[in-house]
């Protein structure tokens, strides 16, 4: 019954319907291979840069002092070829969202821990963004001193807490 209604309601439209392969989306970026990713991956691990694969989902967590001096949000000359070769890795695959989150220390306000890892994140998403990193959505936050990944804080960016996390989803079709 359901099917002659939905036959009987189409009637008289121009529906086209697209069943060509080349208007579907490729399971795979163009030009890339998975030799290429693991020696992306290994290169940035040798670099002191920290990604972890589980399935089809990416994080990679960068030292907060790689990328900015202490306490500052304000990215530095050599970070820039960090997240070149981060950014690099990222155009490996198709995504559809980039989550930029930054992480700090324990400092003296929370309200200063959280404006200024949201600084931070902010910092990193719009150079990602003006790379050409295409995701139809980069989002930021700053987590603050939330979510420790060790107990003890130096209080410092030299701190293993104080970190930028990217994490992205590989999309199959």
Same mark, same amino acid.
């Given at each position: 019954?359901?099917?002659?209604?939905?036959?009987?309601?189409?009637?008289?439209?121009?529906?086209?319907?697209?069943? =060509?392969?080349?208007?579907?989306?490729?399971?795979?970026?163009?030009?890339?291979?998975?030799?290429?990713?693991?020696?992306?991956?290994?290169?940035?691990? @040798?670099? $002191?840069?920290?990604?972890?694969?589980?399935?089809?989902?990416?994080?990679?967590?960068?030292?907060?002092?790689?990328?900015?001096?202490?306490? @500052?949000?304000?990215?530095? !000359?050599?970070?820039?070829?960090?997240?070149?070769?981060?950014?690099?890795?990222?155009?490996?695959?198709?995504?559809?969202?980039? =989550?930029?989150?930054?992480?700090? *220390?324990?400092?003296?306000?929370?309200?200063?821990?959280?404006?200024?890892?949201?600084?931070?994140?902010?910092?990193?998403?719009?150079?990602? !963004? @003006?790379? $050409?990193?295409?995701?139809?959505?980069?989002?930021?936050? $700053?987590?603050?001193?939330?979510?420790?990944?060790?107990?003890? *804080?130096?209080?410092?960016?030299?701190?293993? =807490?104080?970190?930028?996390?990217?994490?992205?989803?590989?999309?199959?079709?």
């Amino acid at each position: 019954m359901l099917a002659v209604l939905l036959t009987i309601s189409c009637r008289g439209r121009n529906y086209v319907v697209i069943d =060509n392969e080349r208007y579907r989306l490729p399971r795979k970026v163009t030009a890339t291979a998975d030799a290429a990713v693991i020696a992306l991956q290994a290169k940035m691990q @040798s670099c $002191g840069i920290t990604v972890i694969t589980v399935g089809q989902d990416y994080l990679i967590s960068i030292p907060s002092a790689f990328l900015f001096p202490n306490q @500052s949000p304000r990215l530095t !000359w050599q970070s820039y070829g960090v997240l070149n070769l981060v950014i690099t890795f990222m155009k490996q695959f198709r995504k559809v969202a980039v =989550n930029v989150t930054s992480h700090s *220390s324990k400092f003296v306000s929370t309200r200063r821990e959280l404006s200024l890892t949201e600084a931070r994140s902010r910092a990193v998403a719009d150079y990602l !963004w @003006s790379q $050409g990193v295409d995701s139809r959505f980069i989002f930021t936050e $700053g987590a603050g001193s939330d979510k420790p990944i060790t107990p003890y *804080s130096t209080n410092s960016d030299k701190s293993l =807490n104080s970190r930028i996390d990217i994490t992205f989803r590989d999309t199959i079709v």
